[in-house]
């Protein structure tokens, strides 16, 4: 009687640890963060249709943030787009960066939606013929 008991037991707390287990495994699928990659970088002297370099985005969206601004014009108009081969680059929405002009920590940014799997950039343009200097600018996708 006594080892059916230690038996009933031992299959009781197997069965508890393997639900146990599962259900750890389920809630840290659920809890991982979607993969994300970011790059940083400076500006010195861009001029209107200066292209950033390249980046690989898998989908999801894309923020890109510019701190520090420094410029004759006060506004740096910023439109992300997706290199494709062959055929004129799409544009996405331009987002008007105008507050990082505003001091060493002030911060302008835009973010674009979900565009799909590809090559991505984006390009500074209206900036005239003045140039654009960015102490640090930031893209997450």
């Not at 943030?65 to 929405?93: G, I």
């Not at 507050?99 to 002030?106: E, K, L, S, V």
Request: charged share 15%; aromatic share 10%.
């Amino acid at each position: 009687m006594k080892s059916m008991r230690l038996s009933v037991l031992r299959e009781s707390g197997r069965r508890t640890a393997v639900v146990g287990l599962g259900i750890a495994t389920v809630v840290g699928l659920a809890a991982s963060p979607a993969q994300a990659s970011s790059w940083s970088s400076t500006l010195v002297g861009a001029r209107a249709g200066f292209e950033s370099h390249r980046w690989y985005d898998l989908g999801g969206s894309t923020n890109i943030t510019f701190t520090d601004c420094n410029s004759d014009v006060q506004v740096a108009n910023v439109t992300l787009r997706k290199d494709v081969d062959w055929e004129v680059d799409p544009t996405y929405t331009t987002a008007s960066f105008t507050n990082c002009f505003n001091g060493t920590y002030a911060t302008s940014s835009g973010n674009w939606g979900d565009h799909g799997e590809g090559s991505y950039y984006f390009a500074v343009n209206s900036v005239s013929s003045a140039t654009l200097s960015v102490r640090t600018l930031t893209v997450n996708y």
